[in-house]
């Protein structure tokens, strides 16, 4: 597929799809890595990764181009075009956009693990309660509240 046919392709989804044209230009974008496709704010021009077609097939460059799309419509009417908005979650669920941002890498970062609350301090007179990740010894803390004694729990971890 060349840009001729990626035009001619993405104008006739905005016709179909959107039921507007797409009045600007599109073109494949070799040096695309990490995205799917853009979406230029100045130009309304849109870029297309063309290893996304080679990788993923037609159906998903076509959910791509739906993604942009929503930005290019959206934006052009002055309306929420981020990926925030609802408006723009809205157009993307009812053409059948692809829902993964396609700006953000392919590679995902590991999630940090994040360290349970092992620990309870509980105050013996007004039964506040303090979770805590590392042991503390009860007897050097007061209770923030009511400067009452403290007493330690063990909490169960799933
Ligand atoms: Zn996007
Ligand atoms: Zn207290």
């Known amino acids: 597929m060349n840009d001729a046919e990626l035009q001619a392709w993405i104008e006739r989804i905005s016709q179909e799809s959107f039921g507007i044209p797409f009045r600007h230009r599109a073109r494949f ?7 799917g496709g853009r979406y230029f704010l100045k130009s ?10 080679e990788a993923n097939g037609l159906d998903e460059v076509e959910k791509i181009i739906k993604h942009e799309l929503c930005h290019y419509h959206l934006h052009l009417q002055k309306r929420g075009y981020q990926h925030r908005d609802p408006e723009f ?15 953000l890498p392919t590679t995902v ?14 105050c013996e ?25 403290l007493e330690l729990f063990l909490l169960k971890t799933t």
Do not use: W
């Not at 849109?46 to 077609?53: A, K, R, S, T």
């Not at 809205?90 to 993964?100: C, E, N, P, Y």
């Not at 007179?125 to 004694?149: E, H, I, L, Q």
């Open 29 to 35: 974008n070799p040096r695309l890595r990490s995205t």
């Open 44 to 53: 309304h021009d849109i870029e297309i990764n063309p290893h996304q077609l």
């Open 89 to 103: 979650k809205a157009l993307l669920a009812k053409v059948g956009g692809s829902r993964f941002c396609s700006h």
């Open 109 to 122: 970062k590991p999630k940090r693990r994040v360290e349970p609350y092992r620990y309870e301090l509980r």
């Open 125 to 149: 007179r007004c039964g506040t309660s303090y979770k805590r990740k590392r042991r503390m010894d009860p007897r050097k803390y007061a209770c923030g509240k009511c400067r009452g004694r």
